[in-house]
C-alpha cells in the first residue's frame, strides 16, 4: 500500500482518545508517530487512545519532565518521548533512542519538528491544530497501514 494522508476534527478529548485507540489498533512493531503541534493540542491525548489500544495499563502522561516513558503493553511496548526541552538532535541521539526507533515496539514522539532529520524516512507524521471552537484538526501524513478512514 501506497503511503496517504487523512485529516480528522475531533472535538472532545473522548473523540480524540477514541481516534488514538484506532491508530493503535493498526499500528505494527517499528512504526514511529511524529508528532508536532503547540502546547495543550493533543498530542499526549492521543497517546492515552493508542496506549489503550497496544493494551498498556499504566497511566499515560505527558514526558516533558522526564523525557521519554517506556510502558508495557500486552502487544508489544510503547516509547513516549517527549524532545520539547532538548536542545536538538545531538541530545535526542544521547538519550539512547536507537532501540526505540527502531525496535520491537511503536514510539510516539511529541515536538518531532526538533529533530526530524533523525527520524526514520517512513515515520508517521501527525500534526495537531487547534481551532478557535475547541476542536482540533489531526492529520495523519506518509500513512501507509490500511484501514484508518
Known amino acids: ?70 510502558y508495557e503493553g500486552k502487544s508489544m511496548p510503547l516509547y513516549h518521548i517527549d524532545v520539547y526541552r532538548l536542545e536538538g538532535e545531538e541530545d535526542f541521539m544521547n538519550l539512547g533512542v536507537e532501540d526505540m526507533l527502531y525496535g520491537n515496539g511503536v514510539c510516539v514522539i511529541e515536538w518531532c519538528e526538533k529533530v526530524k532529520s533523525c527520524l526514520p524516512k517512513k515515520s508517521i507524521f501527525i500534526t495537531f491544530t487547534p481551532k478557535d471552537d475547541g476542536s482540533r484538526e489531526i492529520k495523519i501524513e506518509n500513512w501507509s497501514h490500511a484501514g484508518i478512514k
Open 1 to 70: 500500500m501506497t503511503a496517504s494522508s487523512f485529516t480528522f476534527n475531533p472535538r472532545t478529548e473522548a473523540e480524540t482518545i477514541a481516534l488514538g485507540v484506532k491508530i493503535g489498533s493498526l499500528l505494527e512493531p517499528g512504526d514511529v508517530l511524529a508528532m508536532s503541534g503547540t502546547l495543550a493540542a493533543g498530542k499526549t491525548t492521543i497517546t492515552k487512545g493508542i496506549a489503550q489500544s497496544l493494551g498498556v495499563e499504566d497511566t499515560v502522561t505527558s514526558p516533558t519532565f522526564c523525557l521519554v516513558s517506556e
